[in-house]
């Protein structure tokens, strides 16, 4: 009865029955039965055709530490390229391991003399080329362009006489002399250093100043007065050592914002009428202005030089109505005055607030200040 159930318990075929443990002691021998022939193969990588070669998952594996050692020469470089290549693998991520190299002569850098080179470019073998614009300064400098001459028209504009147009009729017309003679050629070239005088006065190349003042009453805006009266050069005379000269007119009674400098282009391009340098005045009246008045000033009023016409014209917000905003583009002499006038108004008092976009704000009656960085940038792009 036991041998019967033993049988069973052991499996289809008669005899007794093999233990699990039985089964994994064969296993493993027949493992260890394996060739050492095979076993090397797997663990050799430069064998490309068996299992651990080059060419299976497991290529570029490193070797044990023994066949490192064994494969160093003395010199410290790899006995075989294609083992190095194999060594320099690493597994799965494909980066290459730093190796030894091989004791040799350093290597030299190519030859980068048929290399083309674009100019302002740098070699060390080689001066700096300058680019297109530097070589003309190059080119100017050697034929003596760029010794410091300018031009006399820009010389009378910087010293604050004048546009440059304007400064080429003076030359022609032989009002300017250079050095005590009369210069009527156009394009004559002058030096810091010489005597140019116009109109009897001698004028100096300066650095531009620009100065707002604020006008106070009784002042006449001119830079000299054969009659001797106040005029407004007196209260810039401690503004800087540069001659200054008046942007526009403002008549003795007017007050508010001057612009005092001695750049004559600016001042040629602030005044003219087509650049359209905005003015803004307050108009105090003897009586009360109505809204059809201000329309009329709108359309425009005749003069005797002309039509004067206001780009706006408006009741002062929170005033009487004797005072009034007028905005105007025109330069003409007294033109606001007359434009009241023309209407049957007595203007009582007349102030100027903004100039070109320039405010007399903190700027007390009868003082001044010079203008920022910012605001000769804007003035100089305004078109």
């Known amino acids: ?54 060419t299976s998952k497991r290529a570029g594996r490193r070797p044990p530490k023994a066949l490192r050692d064994s ?33 040799g002569p350093p290597k030299k850098r190519a030859d980068r003399g048929d290399r083309p080179e674009r100019p302002g470019q740098w070699d060390r073998k080689k001066r700096y080329e300058p680019t297109r614009s530097g070589r003309r300064r190059d080119q100017a400098s050697k034929e003596g ?46 030096k810091p250093t010489d005597t140019v005088h116009y109109g009897g006065q001698r004028l100096s190349m300066e650095k531009k100043r620009y100065v707002l003042l604020n006008k106070p009453k009784g002042f006449i805006t001119t830079t000299d007065d054969p009659r001797d009266r106040r005029t407004v050069m007196a209260l810039v005379e401690a503004a800087c050592q540069e001659r200054l000269y008046p942007v526009g007119r403002l008549d003795r009674l007017t007050t508010g914002v001057l612009l ?63 005072e009034v905003g007028v905005k105007l ?26 100039f070109a976009g320039l405010t007399k704000k903190d700027v007390p009656r009868g003082k001044w200040r010079h203008l920022s960085e910012n605001e000769v940038l804007f003035l100089s792009k305004r078109k």
């Not at 093999?18 to 050492?36: H, L």
């Not at 083992?83 to 980066?95: E, L």
């Not at 359209?276 to 030089?305: P, Q």
Request: include cysteine; glycine fraction near 12%; charge should be positive.
């Open 1 to 54: 009865m036991t041998d019967r159930t033993d049988g069973r318990r052991g499996g289809r075929g008669k005899g007794p029955a093999k233990r699990s443990s039985d089964r994994t002691d064969e296993k493993r021998g027949a493992r260890s039965e394996g060739s050492r022939e095979d076993q090397r193969s797997r663990k050799d990588p430069r064998s490309g055709d068996r299992k651990g070669g080059p």
């Open 260 to 322: 005092m400098t001695n750049d004559g282009d600016l001042a040629k391009k602030l005044t003219h009428p087509s650049h359209g340098a905005e003015k803004i005045y307050h108009v105090t009246l003897g009586r009360s202005v109505t809204k059809a008045e201000l329309a009329k000033l709108l359309e425009g009023v005749m003069l005797e030089d002309g039509m004067a016409q206001a780009d706006e014209a408006n009741h002062v917000e929170g005033a009487s109505k004797r």
């Open 71 to 103: 494969s160093r020469t003395e010199g410290g470089s790899w006995r075989d390229k294609d083992q190095a290549a194999g060594m320099r693998s690493s597994t799965g991520s494909g980066r290459a391991k730093p190796t030894t190299r091989t004791a």
């Open 145 to 190: 362009k760029d010794d410091g001459l300018v031009r006399l028209n820009r010389y009378l504009a910087q010293a604050g006489i004048c546009s440059r147009r304007e400064a080429d009729d003076l030359i022609t017309a032989g009002v300017v002399s250079v050095n005590g003679q009369i210069v009527t050629e156009l394009g004559t070239k002058v």
């Open 329 to 354: 583009h025109m330069g003409r002499n007294r033109i606001v005055r007359r434009m009241f006038e023309a209407l049957g108004h007595e203007v009582v008092k007349l102030d100027r607030v903004v």
